[in-house]
Nanobody, 128 residues
């Protein structure tokens, strides 16, 4: 079983950048496809980005495409989300999640239901 801890959230002005991280422990990150989700107050948790086990395949929500980049460093057991050109509507708690399904190379999931393990989240606030 893997434990996930997010960090790097904070307050940033619109147009700014932020990188959030997700450190894994208990098991190698390389055994999981990974994803980032976010949840704003009063809204459901929504998909942001996903990446396969090797880092070679990625997917993004339309709302962040071109502005966010998901990467992973399996040697450091860490997942990242680089966010640029931030907007007030990006304000949310950002969660990383691990999917233990062995779908082989290039597999990742965009559905929240596919993920087995979640971090506690990190708050990102974008001021206008």
């Amino acid at each position: 079983q893997v434990q996930l801890v997010e960090s790097g959230g904070g307050l940033v002005q619109a147009g700014g950048s932020l990188r959030v991280s997700c450190a894994a422990s208990g098991r190698s990150l390389s055994t999981y496809a990974m994803g980032w989700f976010r949840q704003a107050p009063g809204q459901e948790r929504e998909f942001v980005a996903a990446i396969d086990r090797s880092g070679g395949s990625t997917a993004y929500a339309d709302s962040v495409k071109g502005r966010c980049t998901i990467t992973r460093d399996n040697n450091k057991n860490t997942l990242y989300l680089q966010m640029n050109s931030l907007r007030p509507e990006d304000t949310a708690v950002y969660y990383c999640a691990a999917d233990s399904y062995n779908g082989g190379n290039y597999y990742y999931a965009t559905s929240r239901a596919q993920y087995d393990y979640w971090g506690q989240g990190t708050q990102v606030t974008v001021s206008s």
